[in-house]
T-cell receptor, first 116, second 113 residues
Framework: GEEVAQTPKHLVRGEGQKAKLYCAPI?????VFWYQQVLKNEFKFLISFQNENVFDETGMPKERFSAKCLPNSPCSLEIQATKLEDSAVYFC??????????????FGEGSWLTVV | DAKTTQPPSMDCAEGRAANLPCNHSTISGNEYVYWYRQIHSQGPQYIIH???NNETNEMASLIITEDRKSSTLILPHATLRDTAVYYCIVPRPLTGGGNKLTFGTGTQLKVEL
């Protein structure tokens, strides 16, 4: 597609439940990025992929967060045993290259996760 | 990423040009300057990017100083819909390829009647 598509737009989970978010990158884009934004504050980089391979996961809280990009499937970000502090908007982005110089990263509209 | 400094907020009258400054004094010779904006809590929207020369597209103009230590994003005729947080970003290429955008706190632009 011509845009980064994220689903669901809104998700409510009770504390301790699992949450799974999906992202379909722009067609032809090999690189996918996940960011977390809590309460309109600064964006936190979580993880990036080159096709199905993890490229950079320095921002991932590994104990409860996991992500995948499998061939012919939307990418996913999964949070096991959600906590109140996981309430945030999760943005997915894609680009033709992670070598950003001269390239552009395009963002989806985000998935709002509310943990109650 | 190269550190960028932006004013936390600016006001602009509708129909006037909005000039948003950004300092990036530690920028390296091969690093681009990118501008994004976020309207309410929507996804960040790409605006423009440049390396050395001034750039213009349908959304905005980007003026980069000759020493590249600062730049200005210009919205020539601001409208109420341009009210947003504007982010100036200098992503740093990593050895071996790849980098990522690191967002700061940006400039909250408020366009008023």
């Amino acid at each position: 597609g011509e845009e980064v598509a994220q689903t669901p737009k809104h998700l409510v989970r009770g504390e301790g439940q699992k949450a799974k978010l999906y992202c379909a990158p722009i067609k032809g884009h090999s690189y996918v990025f996940w960011y977390q934004q809590v309460l309109k504050n600064e964006f936190k980089f979580l993880i990036s992929f080159q096709n199905e391979n993890v490229f950079d996961e320095t921002g991932m809280p590994k104990e409860r967060f996991s992500a995948k990009c499998l061939p012919n499937s939307p990418c996913s970000l999964e949070i096991q045993a959600t906590k109140l502090e996981d309430s945030a908007v999760y943005f997915c982005a894609s680009s033709q290259s992670t070598h950003i110089s001269g390239n552009t990263i395009y963002f989806g509209e985000g998935s709002w996760l509310t943990v109650v | 990423d190269a550190k960028t400094t932006q004013p936390p907020s600016m006001d602009c009258a509708e129909g006037r040009a909005a000039n948003l400054p950004c300092n990036h004094s530690t920028i390296s010779g091969n690093e681009y300057v990118y501008w994004y904006r976020q309207i309410h809590s929507q996804g960040p929207q790409y605006i423009i990017h440049g390396l050395k020369n001034n750039e213009t597209n349908e959304m905005a103009s980007l003026i980069i100083t000759e020493d590249r230590k600062s730049s200005t994003l210009i919205l020539p005729h601001a409208t109420l819909r341009d009210t947003a947080v504007y982010y100036c970003i200098v992503p740093r290429p990593l050895t071996g390829g790849g980098n990522k955008l690191t967002f700061g706190t940006g400039t909250q632009l408020k366009v008023e009647l």
